[in-house]
């Protein structure tokens, strides 16, 4: 298999995926169009070159996961035989007429075989599904109301990067870059970014929305939790999803029965006497985490929740589960 964009931070959480617990997918790597192609690096223990993007790295490949810049995605997509299964973690290829939206992590069971462009679910979409579906499942949802808080490494390492230089400015008293978000981030809660934003803080929101209803349609265990109400909001964080989601129940069970029924594969519970889970202690956790748990005091059918999830390993654990169902 094919990893377009080796050094991006998808790219490395893929790398890592692959060299920690899938030993039977054998990955080339590919600089996208920002990195330097030729440079001796390591998948896990094993020396690997990066090579360059042209149609000769790609022939034969099995699979390619699109991990890299927009730009370097497209060309990989244009160069690709018609053979090769797409996994893209971008949503370069959303558009593409094959496309499906995939996170092994939510559904019962793969789609039906011949599949070309396998997108991965946004991960705030893949997060709240595992959560809606799984409460679903154990107690009819009624209503609920999200709000969802994203990190500056959604937009790679350029946010995370302008995230950082702003943070520095501010304390040097000097002027904001300002390429990403197109105003202040650091130190700061943003519901929309400046007009020039290359990307608006409502078109993420609104992926989110689709993806988000599409895996809640899945067949399986806690279909048909209804769709909450999302509030997307940019917070001055480097890494790592939270949620604070307030759901009311067709009839309540309480916090510790919620507690103790929540928890599964990919679902982490914190109970009443561990401390809430952060986006600083998910990092490089797979599944999601849920605690602080509390019960409304103004309304006697519903509850709060506080979640936690890594973005970039919640992603690229998704896009190897699929990888792996192509090998």
Not at 147 to 163: D, K, N, R
Not at 178 to 204: C, H, K, V, W
Not at 225 to 234: V, Y
Request: one cysteine or more; charged letters at 20%; hydrophobic letters at 45%.
């Amino acid at each position: 298999m094919v990893l377009v964009g080796s050094d991006s931070l998808l790219g490395r959480e893929i790398r890592d995926i692959v060299a920690r617990s899938a030993p039977e997918i054998d990955l080339r790597l590919i600089a996208a169009d920002e990195e330097e192609p030729g440079v001796l690096t390591r998948v896990g223990d094993e020396p690997a070159i990066v090579e360059h993007l042209v149609a000769e790295s790609l022939a034969g490949a099995g699979a390619l996961f699109l991990a890299g810049s927009t730009e370097s995605n497209r060309k990989a997509l244009e160069l690709a035989e018609e053979s090769t299964a797409v996994i893209d973690l971008t949503y370069a290829a959303e558009e593409h007429l094959d496309a499906r939206l995939r996170a092994p992590l939510v559904e019962s069971e793969p789609p039906e075989e011949g599949a070309a462009v396998h997108v991965i679910a946004h991960p705030a979409a893949i997060a709240l599904a595992l959560f809606l579906r799984r409460v679903q499942s154990q107690d009819p949802i009624r209503r609920s109301v999200i709000q969802i808080f994203a990190p500056a490494s959604e937009f790679g390492t350029a946010g995370v990067e302008e995230l950082q230089q702003q943070t520095v400015s501010l304390l040097s008293f000097k002027s904001l870059p300002q390429a990403i978000f197109d105003t202040q981030l650091a130190f700061n809660l943003l519901s929309r970014y400046g007009d020039d934003a290359p990307q608006s803080l409502e078109q993420s929101e609104l992926r989110i929305e689709r993806h988000l209803a599409t895996l809640l349609a899945l067949p399986g265990e806690g279909e048909g939790a209804p769709m909450p109400s999302l509030r997307l909001i940019q917070a001055p964080v480097f890494h790592g999803y939270t949620f604070s989601a307030w759901v009311e129940f067709e009839s309540n069970p309480g916090v510790e029965a919620l507690e103790s029924t929540l928890a599964f594969e990919w679902l982490d519970v914190h109970g009443g006497d561990v401390e809430p889970p952060t986006n600083v202690g998910q990092a490089g956790e797979s599944g999601i985490a849920v605690g602080g748990i509390a019960a409304d005091r103004n309304e006697p059918e519903a509850c709060w929740f506080w979640i936690a999830a890594d973005n970039l390993r919640l992603t690229a654990d998704n896009a190897v589960a699929v990888a792996r169902q192509l090998v």
